[in-house]
């Protein structure tokens, strides 16, 4: 199925971030206050947010379409760099009244040390654009994959969906917050489990998980829900099926990232003409294989098929 990827086109939209790596040395600790020093010898700029979704699905093969939002500012102009170069199509409104959002992270031996968060919300008349274009370009697409970060860039994410569904799309969420009545129609939502649980609660057994969750996909319109599981690998559920993938990771280095990688997975699969089980295998393995990489990284097609 991985052979096929090459033909299909994503269309990825939500909140575009810079991510951000100091790395340095820590040999002391401050006497001003009980915290390590550290000595920054290397800084990396990454893609993140929706844009490390694209990159995802631009290294296994697929054709990545992105829009986004991003300031007048420096790191505007740093993602826009770093989009050029992985030679992702991306569609990026600029709005003057807000900052890039930025993650910073300071790395002392190989440890997360702190993150720090640079974010505004868009304004209305550049979100207006975003849907205008997003309304031109989904025709050309074969999934659709919405990555809602919850920094405003989604506001019209329940017009959009309905656009996509019209044209025929399959449409992926990576949901953000309590607030799920905005994804009703999607075709699937991939929620985290601390994500699933603030909406549908916590559950008792496996049972009782699935009970919640036809419930949930009954009010929502949903063909499926794919909860991701931490340790405990992913389930799916569709229609008249579950499909659970246990983890699959030997050594878990850094999570962040992985749900970018799980929905970029899953919707290459889908478009590429894999079925519910197929996809989710193929995800799970994917995300097994970044979870033992620093920092918001990608599966490469090469790393995936000889994972397989």
Wanted: charged share 25%; with cysteine; aromatic share 4%.
């Amino acid at each position: 199925m991985l052979d096929k990827v090459k033909n299909v086109r994503l269309l990825v939209v939500g909140d575009v971030m810079l991510d951000r790596y100091w790395f340095g040395e820590v040999s002391r600790i401050s006497p001003e206050a009980p915290v390590p020093v550290v000595k920054v010898q290397r800084i990396e700029e990454r893609l993140g947010g929706a844009a490390n979704v694209a990159r995802n699905a631009l290294a296994l093969g697929a054709g990545t379409v992105l829009l986004s939002v991003v300031g007048d500012d420096e790191a505007g102009r740093s993602l826009s760099r770093l989009l050029a170069e992985s030679e992702i199509d991306a569609g990026l409104h600029v709005d003057r009244d807000i900052d890039t959002t930025v993650k910073l992270r300071v790395i002392g031996r190989q440890q997360q040390l702190l993150r720090i968060d640079f974010e505004t919300t868009p304004s209305h008349e550049v979100l207006q654009a975003k849907l205008s274009e997003f309304a031109s370009r989904v025709a050309a697409c074969d999934v659709v994959i919405l990555s809602d970060y919850g920094k405003g860039g989604l506001a019209h994410i329940s017009e959009m969906i309905r656009l996509a569904r019209a044209a025929g799309k399959p449409v992926l969420v990576d949901p953000k917050g309590d607030e799920w009545g905005k994804y009703a129609g999607a075709t699937v939502i991939t929620p985290n489990r601390s994500e699933l649980r603030e909406v549908v609660g916590r559950w008792t057994s496996e049972e009782d998980l699935a009970e919640r969750v036809l419930k949930l996909r009954g009010e929502l319109g949903l063909e499926a829900l794919l909860v991701t599981r931490s340790e405990e690998g992913m389930t799916l559920f569709a229609a008249d099926e579950a499909h659970h993938q246990p983890a699959r990771a030997r050594e878990v280095f850094d999570v962040s990232g992985a749900g970018d990688t799980v929905i970029a997975t899953l919707a290459v699969m889908l478009a590429a003409g894999a079925g519910w089980a197929e996809a989710i295998r193929t995800a799970n393995v994917a995300a097994g294989i970044v979870v033992g990489k620093l920092g918001t990284a990608v599966v490469t097609r090469e790393e995936l098929a000889a994972a397989l």
